[in-house]
Structure formats: structure tokens, C-alpha cells
């Protein structure tokens, strides 16, 4: 018993510490991206049939965020079951603080958002998006070109419509934010073929900031 205690404390304390240490240098670091350039990016393409809107903010990225991209021929609906809803998205970029994704889908779907560690926006192309804040008793619904933000500890209800498609970006302590997009693949589908697919892509897209890393240090 004393050393499960001191066990529970040890861990505690490791714990809070590495928060600390993520938290000061999430607040420090300097991004690549920056939300309100992905959102008006997004923004350009509102009015398109959503999977040309998609192929232009993608060729938009990848020429002005050179080798940060992941090829077009990386590009992969993945499905993602989470606090109760089912959408797919498509990994753009992914680093350990960072990453750009398109995301909705092809049927209703309502659930949980999920409370995360990371700030992420939201821009709509199409369809519909309710969502509902926690705390409050009214939803309120946003259509094509608004932009939504879902601040890092927030929790809310989000609903979206069939035929919802959106750009994301996400910025915070990418890591932690797996397992929630993970939970309901692990605890409800146990669909292990799409978890294999989200461990994938995330890791091709930090071997291809790996490499640029490696070579701005060789440069
Ligand atoms: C997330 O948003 C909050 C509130 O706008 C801000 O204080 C914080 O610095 C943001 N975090 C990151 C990592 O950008």
C-alpha cells in the first residue's frame, strides 16, 4: 500500500512536471502555419463541389508550404469514430504540435467534440454544423465559409450534416489528441484496420517533418 502511494505520487509529479515543460514550450515555439492563413485559404474555395475545393487548398499548401505537404499520393480517407460520431478525414500535415486535415462527412453524425489539448479551427466548405457549448441550453448552426474555433480544455456537442466537408487545423500537443480520435475505433468498432491507417499516416507525415528537420540542420 505505502508503495503504491508512493508510486501514485511519483507519477504525479512526473507528470505535472512534463505538462509544465510541454505547456511552456507550446506557448513559445514558433508554428509554420498560422490559422487565419489555412481558414482564408479555405475560404477561396466555399463555393465548389467539395472534392475540387479540397484538391485546391491541397495544391495551394503544398506550393507554399514546400516539402511540410504530404504528396498527393498520400492522401486517404481514413475514418475516425469518436465521442459517438463518424466522420473520415484526410491528413494534409502532421508534426507534434501542428497539423492540417480535411474533415466531415457523408452521413448525419452528432456526438461529443472531445476536450483537447490543442486549439482547432474549422472552416466549412459545405453542408451544415451545429454546435452545442457546454454550459449553455441553445446550439447554434454555421454554414459555408464560417469559420469555427474550439478552444484547447472546451468541450461541446457538434452535428453535422450529410455532405459536411471542412479544412482543419490544429495546434497544441498533437500527440494527445490521438487517443480520443482513437477511442471509439478501440473501445466500439475495434475496427483495427483504420487504426492502422491514423498510426500510419501520422507517422509519414513526422518522418517527412523528420527529414526536413535533418535537412535545415545539414543545410
Ligand atoms: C490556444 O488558444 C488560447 C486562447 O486563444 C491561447 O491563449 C493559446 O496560446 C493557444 N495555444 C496555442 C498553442 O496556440
Known sequence: MKYLLITVFK?????????????????????????HKIAAIAG?????PHNDAFQQVAVELREKYPGHVLPKEDEQWIFVNAGGWMGSMCLLHASLTEYILFFGTAVDTVGHSGRYWANISDTILT?????????TTESEVYYPGATLLH???EATSVQWSAGTWMVEYGRGFIPSTVPFALSDTLFGTQDLLTMFYT????????????????DSLLN
Open 11 to 35: 507519477v504525479s509529479v512526473l507528470g505535472t512536471v512534463a505538462f509544465l515543460i510541454i505547456q511552456h514550450w507550446l506557448e513559445n515555439k514558433s508554428y509554420l502555419f498560422d490559422g
Open 44 to 48: 477561396k474555395y466555399v463555393d465548389l
Open 127 to 135: 453542408g451544415t454544423f451545429r454546435q452545442w457549448k457546454e454550459g
Open 151 to 153: 478552444s484547447w480544455g
Open 199 to 214: 498510426f500510419k499516416i501520422y507517422g509519414k507525415a513526422l518522418l517527412l517533418e523528420g527529414q526536413f528537420f535533418l
